[in-house]
């Protein structure tokens, strides 16, 4: 493995100086379940590492009782988002994703904001903080500043950070009443891999506990980035939410995905698979939104 040197700044502050004193020489590292193994395999090639794990930040998801809103930090493990009773309760579409991430040993040090900012079409905690209308707090040499999720990827391991700016948290909204969400990982087999599709749907109802007020389709491994299928989500909202809705919305989702062929599945199986997992996905999420 090619040699870099090791620092561990105290602060984003310092960490942000030390990226800009060594320019694109230098490479953050939070958990390093994807930094590390990269380096291994010769696909990234830093002569610095900047750890930002000893950084003293939120550790644990925390709702703001006053605005509604849910703070994740960056630096947060999977583990941790995974075994939080908030998440468990109040967002399960988030903990259906992060449960299925790597194995236990991983997701013990693996951190969401890594997750994001490695951006691979087959990132798991993308799909439900799109879906949750998510808002990714970035902070650099100018300042902080705000991007809607939605937009934050910009292609296959590209996202909007720029130079020595750092992911710090991820902010999201008030969720309201008789809400509900769910996610699944599609794969070959049940085991430790990279997703084959990954579907998630965020699920609101109107008072009378059947028609769609708000819908969210997500998709993830159906395009270079991970998007929401607006079409899909059109022919939803306001309408009764049934088998056959379900299914057409899935339908439509599936003509929205831009699938292609690749060693973990054909681009018509794949294709077929969106419009079964939407439908899937969307009846739990109705189950759960009529629980809440």
């Given at each position: 493995?090619?040699?870099?040197?090791?620092?561990?700044?105290?602060?984003?502050?310092?960490?942000?100086?030390?990226?800009?004193?060594?320019?694109?020489?230098?490479?953050?590292?939070?958990?390093?379940?994807?930094?590390?193994?990269?380096?291994?395999?010769?696909?990234?090639?830093?002569?610095?590492?900047?750890?930002?794990?000893?950084i003293i930040a939120q550790d644990r998801p925390f709702l703001n009782t006053e605005t509604g809103e849910l703070y994740i930090g960056a630096f947060t493990t999977h583990r941790a988002i995974e075994c939080s009773p908030l998440i468990q309760r109040r967002y399960p579409i988030l903990h259906d994703a992060v449960s299925n991430i790597g194995s236990v040993q991983v997701r013990n040090v693996a951190t969401i904001g890594?997750?994001?900012?490695?951006?691979?079409?087959?990132?798991?905690?993308?799909?439900?903080?799109?879906?949750?209308?998510?808002?990714?707090?970035?902070?650099?040499?100018?300042?902080?500043?705000?991007?809607?999720?939605g937009r934050f990827f910009l292609g296959p391991g590209q996202c909007d950070i720029q130079g020595a700016e750092i992911l710090t948290e991820i902010i999201i909204p008030p969720q309201a009443p008789r809400t509900g969400g769910a996610y699944i990982k599609h794969g070959r087999r049940a085991a430790m891999e990279l997703p084959m599709l990954g579907v998630g749907?965020?699920?609101?109802?109107?008072?009378?506990?059947?028609?769609?007020?708000?819908?969210?389709?997500?998709?993830?491994?159906?395009?270079?980035?991970?998007?929401?299928?607006?079409?899909?989500?059109?022919?939803?909202?306001?309408?009764?939410?049934?088998?056959?809705?379900?299914?057409?919305?899935?339908?439509?989702?599936?003509?929205?995905?831009?699938?292609?062929?690749?060693?973990?599945?054909?681009?018509?199986?794949?294709?077929?698979m969106v419009a079964v997992l939407v439908k899937r996905m969307g009846a739990v999420a109705l189950e759960r939104a009529k629980g809440n």
């Open positions: 493995m090619r040699k870099f040197t090791y620092l561990v700044p105290k602060s984003l502050n310092e960490a942000i100086s030390m990226h800009e004193s060594h320019g694109g020489l230098a490479k953050y590292m939070a958990g390093g379940t994807d930094v590390i193994v990269k380096i291994k395999e010769g696909k990234l090639a830093p002569d610095y590492l900047i750890s930002l794990k000893h890594g997750n994001l900012v490695n951006a691979v079409p087959s990132a798991d905690g993308a799909i439900p903080l799109i879906a949750l209308d998510g808002k990714a707090h970035i902070y650099g040499p100018k300042g902080y500043r705000l991007i809607d999720l749907v965020l699920l609101g109802l109107e008072q009378d506990m059947a028609t769609c007020a708000k819908v969210r389709i997500c998709l993830g491994v159906a395009a270079p980035t991970p998007f929401r299928a607006r079409q899909a989500e059109k022919h939803l909202t306001g309408k009764a939410v049934t088998e056959d809705t379900l299914a057409e919305a899935g339908r439509i989702a599936a003509g929205e995905s831009r699938v292609r062929d690749s060693i973990r599945g054909l681009a018509w199986y794949r294709r077929e």
